[in-house]
C-alpha cells in the first residue's frame, strides 16, 4: 500500500516552454500532498503543501507564479513549471500523506532538464 | 523550530560491516521521527518509523529506537550489502492534521564487496 506515482520521470524542454508533472496516490486517498526540489547530493527543499481543494502554501523564497501548483483532488496533485530557465533544471519530488497518517510516502521523482 | 541532525557522509563500509548513522533532532511536542532511504535517482522510500519514546522501528534488518532523552534516533544494521548503498535521509514530522516534515542532510553509504 501508499505508492505515490509521478508521471513524466524524465522531461527536457526548451527555455520559456512550461512543463506539468502529476502526482499520483495510487491505493489511498491524500489529503495533503508535498512539492520537493533536489539538487545534486543535497537534502530535499520543501517547495510548497497543498491540501485538497485549497490554494498551496509556498515555502519562503519559491516564486508561486513560477511552479503552479493544483490539488484538485485525492489523488492528484500537479505541479507546473512556467517558462522554465536553465536554472529550473532539477530532480522534484511529490509526497502525499493520507489523514493522520504522520508518515509521508514519496513518488519515484520527476527529472527537469531545461535546454 | 524543529531540526533534524545527522552525522556527515560518506559513509564507505565492507560487507557484513556494522552500521551506524547518527541522527539527533530538536522539536517541539512529541514527534515522530523517520528514516527514509534513496537509492541512486530514484525518490524517497520510508524505511522505518518510530512514533513515541522507546518505540523501536525496524524493518529490512535496520532498526532505530526513539530516545527522548537523548533526542536521537540512530539507525543500525548488524551486517550491510552492497545493495543497501544509497543515501539515508532522519525526518521528524507532527502527526495528525498536516505538518511538514523536517528532513536531515542526508547520509550517503556506499558498501564495497
Known amino acids: 500500500g501508499a505508492v505515490v506515482s509521478q508521471h513524466p520521470s524524465r522531461v527536457i524542454c526548451k527555455s520559456g516552454t512550461s512543463v506539468k508533472i502529476e502526482c499520483r496516490s495510487l491505493?489511498?486517498?491524500?489529503?495533503?500532498m508535498f512539492w520537493y526540489r533536489q539538487f545534486p547530493k543535497q537534502s530535499l527543499m520543501l517547495m510548497a503543501t497543498?491540501?485538497?481543494?485549497?490554494?498551496?502554501?509556498?515555502e519562503q523564497g519559491v516564486e508561486k507564479d513560477k511552479f503552479l501548483i493544483n490539488h484538485a483532488s485525492l489523488t492528484l496533485s500537479t505541479l507546473t513549471v512556467t517558462s522554465a530557465h536553465p536554472e529550473d533544471s532539477s530532480f522534484y519530488i511529490c509526497?502525499?500523506?493520507?489523514?493522520?497518517?504522520?508518515?509521508?510516502?514519496f513518488g519515484p521523482g520527476t527529472r527537469l532538464l531545461v535546454l | 523550530g524543529d531540526s533534524v541532525t545527522q552525522m556527515e557522509g560518506p559513509v564507505t563500509l565492507s560487507e557484513e560491516a556494522f552500521l551506524t548513522i547518527n541522527c539527533t533532532y530538536t522539536?517541539?511536542?512529541?514527534?515522530?521521527l523517520f528514516w527514509y532511504v534513496q537509492y541512486p535517482g530514484e525518490g524517497l522510500q520510508l524505511l522505518l518509523k518510530?512514533?513515541?519514546?522507546?518505540d523501536k522501528g525496524s524493518n529490512k534488518g535496520f532498526e532505530a529506537t526513539y530516545r527522548k532523552e537523548t533526542t536521537s534516533f540512530h539507525l543500525e544494521k548488524g551486517s550491510v550489502q552492497v545493495s543497501d548503498s544509497a543515501v539515508y535521509f532522519c525526518?521528524?514530522?507532527?502527526?495528525?492534521?498536516?505538518?511538514?516534515?523536517?528532513f536531515g542532510t542526508g547520509t550517503k553509504l556506499q558498501v564495497i564487496p
Open positions: 525526518a521528524l514530522g507532527h502527526s495528525g492534521g498536516y505538518q511538514k516534515v523536517t
Open positions: 522539536a517541539t511536542g512529541y514527534p515522530s
Open positions: 497543498s491540501n485538497e481543494g485549497s490554494k498551496a502554501t509556498y
Open positions: 491505493d489511498f486517498q491524500a489529503t495533503t
Open positions: 509526497s502525499a500523506m493520507g489523514q493522520g497518517a504522520g508518515a509521508q510516502y
Open positions: 518510530a512514533t513515541k519514546a522507546d
